[in-house]
Nanobody, 122 residues
Framework: QVQLVESGGGLVQTGGSLRLSCATS????????MGWFRQAPGKEREFVAA????????YYADSVKGRFTISRDNAKTTVYLQMNSLKLEDTAVYYC???????????????WGQGTQVTVSS
């Protein structure tokens, strides 16, 4: 089994920054692609960003491209989401996800974290 634990959420003003972290534990050797989804109140969960196992490939939703950066530590156990120039519409619960196989372009979510709240205020 694989456990994903997010941290770093919080309250920030528009234009501000936050960095989310997702730490993996358990059978980490079974984790390949990792990434983030988010779900705002009353909306469906949507893809945000993904990164390949090597870190060489990243993929972003159009809504965050140029503002968010996904990265992975050398040990491949932690994934980060640096969020800059935050907007009101970025307010959501952010979920870390991981796949056993596949590419950064098709993150499905074989494993999920419990989510961390990001609130952007004006």
């Amino acid at each position: 089994q694989v456990q994903l634990v997010e941290s770093g959420g919080g309250l920030v003003q528009t234009g501000g920054s936050l960095r989310l972290s997702c730490a993996t534990s358990g059978r980490i050797y079974s984790v390949n692609t990792m990434g983030w989804f988010r779900q705002a109140p009353g909306k469906e969960r949507e893809f945000v960003a993904a990164i390949s196992w090597s870190g060489s490939t990243t993929y972003y939703a159009d809504s965050v491209k140029g503002r968010f950066t996904i990265s992975r530590d050398n040990a491949k156990t932690t994934v980060y989401l640096q969020m800059n120039s935050l907007k009101l519409e970025d307010t959501a619960v952010y979920y870390c996800a991981a796949d056993r196989r596949g590419s950064a372009y098709s993150l499905n979510g074989d494993y999920w974290g419990q989510g961390t709240q990001v609130t952007v205020s004006s």
